[in-house]
């Protein structure tokens, strides 16, 4: 049973920053783009990061591109998510997200694409 499990969230004050982790088990994600999203309450799940099957390429949504840095492991079988300066607005639960398939390029930012979630872990950003 493939299985994605979300780590490393937690309130903190603005400015701050952390490191959220995702673990996958239960198959091999090696070769498969994985992704972050979030949710706050009241909102749409948003697009927040992702990294292409062989790792070289990576995307982010506007709001955090030179804040947010996603990285993977793929011995690991793990990506994370380290957040710095982070802002209020940067509130939600970030969900770990992987596709199926192997070596597929596409649009990255598209929820419909994954195939695997996470139940995620909440951030709170302070004022």
């Known amino acids: 049973q493939v299985r994605l499990v979300e780590s490393g969230g937690g309130l903190v004050q603005a400015g701050a920053s952390l490191k959220l982790a995702c673990a996958a088990s239960g198959r091999s994600f090696s070769t498969n783009a994985m992704a972050w999203f979030r949710q706050a309450p009241g909102k749409e799940r948003e697009f927040v990061s992702a990294i292409s099957w062989s790792g070289g390429d990576t995307y982010y949504v506007e709001s955090v591109k030179g804040r947010f840095t996603i990285s993977r492991d793929k011995a690991k079988n793990m990506v994370y998510l380290q957040m710095n300066s982070l802002k209020p607005e940067d509130t939600a639960v970030y969900l770990c997200?992987?596709?199926?398939?192997?070596?597929?390029?596409?649009?990255?930012?598209?929820?419909?694409?994954?195939?695997?979630w996470g139940h995620g872990t909440q951030v709170t950003v302070s004022s």
């Open positions: 997200a992987a596709d199926r398939r192997s070596g597929y390029g596409g649009s990255h930012y598209i929820a419909a694409r994954y195939d695997y």
